[in-house]
């Protein structure tokens, strides 16, 4: 998946009102929450096959972490 | 020789409490979001001067317009909400209900997993020839342990009461069953005061948890984000376990009957496990997440379409960290 196309997807599966660039901090979104939490754990376990746990989430900061996380490598 | 599921009952509270009810106390959350992931429509709670005992009661009384009461040789009363510290609920419902005295009776604490430790349970006296005709009762009543700001759990948690007959059978209907227990999660879902380690306290602080959210240490306190995460570690794999334990295979399985905690995490755990959702049960939609009474009022919902034998698989999981998940065979409805 492109990181343009991770980008729509993203705002469309969180449903977030912002638009999405790879320096925005994702918990400092309005809608963020535990259950937008779980609907990312689910749309990342679904597109790349990646469970993130609650350390990861912890650690998670902007779009850009959460696409290391996830590994850059799927992103080409 | 074996046992066979002959009957639930199951009731509600009479208080119901819609997604609407919710947004007017917390008019800056949409509930919409919330309805459509988690499932919940309404949830029931029970009023102050009620309790999960009355629930139970009037679970049983349902019952006993199908069933003998008389037949009853054993109680199994599952709850986290006890009447009293002691004495054991299970022998006060034998009073109010009129069973027999020669009877055996029990109170066992646990949450998501009591009913599917019940069903086992009950299969052991009745394999073992100690009882015949098991009263298996789940009550729980976690809205009293919830703060009154705390949204997301009020939004999750309605009570209820079930009451379960397990009998003998000549042919076995429940199977295999596992186990599995994590203590160190203790934590993760927990009503610190009141008991013997800490005493409940008057003056307790408010505690502020996930987004815009308050418990306090009298209260019922979940970590979420850790509890999905045990849940969707755990019980996938779990579930394979279960099948092999039973010598069957995912697709020889006719539904799937898992604790109704969140319809999103079910969905997530029904993709791992490629389960198509025809096979699989979700109905949250009126009641909420009742902890140890979503699996027997799931089996009696889904009974109503059973006209002959189906195997289903059970799983219940959640607090403790407890779990535990059976094969069992239902041919009619209950």
Known sequence: MIKQDFLLRLKEELELEATLEGSVELKELDEWDSMVTMVLIGFVSNEFDVILNPDDIKEMTTIDSLMSRIGMEKFN | ?334
């Open chain 2, 1 to 334: 020789m074996g046992a066979i599921i002959t009957a639930i009952e199951y009731v509600y509270p009479k208080q119901k409490i819609s997604n609407e009810d919710l947004s007017n106390q917390f008019p800056e959350y949409d509930f919409s979001k919330f309805e459509e992931k988690v499932g919940i429509k309404n949830r029931y709670w029970v009023q102050e001067n009620e309790t999960a005992f009355d629930l139970a009661k009037q679970a049983c009384n349902e019952l006993f317009k199908k069933i003998n009461k008389d037949d009853i040789d054993y109680v199994l009363y599952c709850t986290q909400s006890p009447e009293y510290f002691l004495p054991t609920t299970a022998c006060i419902l034998q009073n109010h209900l009129g069973l027999k005295k020669n009877i055996g009776a029990l109170d066992f604490n646990l949450g998501c997993s009591g009913f599917t430790y019940g069903l086992s349970l009950a299969k052991g006296l009745i394999n073992s020839g100690q009882a015949k005709n098991i009263l298996l009762v789940t009550a729980e009543t976690y809205s009293k342990y919830l703060h009154p700001k705390d949204r997301s759990n009020r939004a999750i948690f309605g009570d209820a009461a079930a009451a379960t007959l397990i009998s003998f059978s000549i042919e076995e209907y429940i199977g295999e069953f596992l186990f599995g227990t994590d203590g160190a999660g203790y934590d993760k879902l927990i009503v610190k005061n009141g008991c013997s380690k800490s005493p409940f306290n008057a003056e307790v602080e408010e505690i502020e948890y996930g987004t815009d959210n308050i418990y306090s240490d009298n209260h019922l306190y979940m970590n979420g984000p850790e509890v999905f995460d045990f849940t969707n570690n755990v019980i996938p794999n779990f579930t394979k376990e279960i099948v092999l334990k039973n010598a069957m295979a995912l697709d020889k399985i006719d539904q799937f009957v898992f604790h109704q905690a969140n319809a999103f995490m079910l969905n997530f755990m029904r993709k791992r496990l490629k389960i198509e959702s025809n096979s699989f049960f979700i109905d949250m939609e009126d009641g909420g997440n009742t902890v140890s009474c979503t699996i027997p009022i799931a089996l009696k919902k889904y009974s109503q379409s059973i006209n002959e034998n189906e195997n289903i698989l059970v799983v219940g999981f959640g607090v403790g960290l407890s779990w535990c998940g059976g094969l069992i065979k239902i041919n009619r409805k209950l």
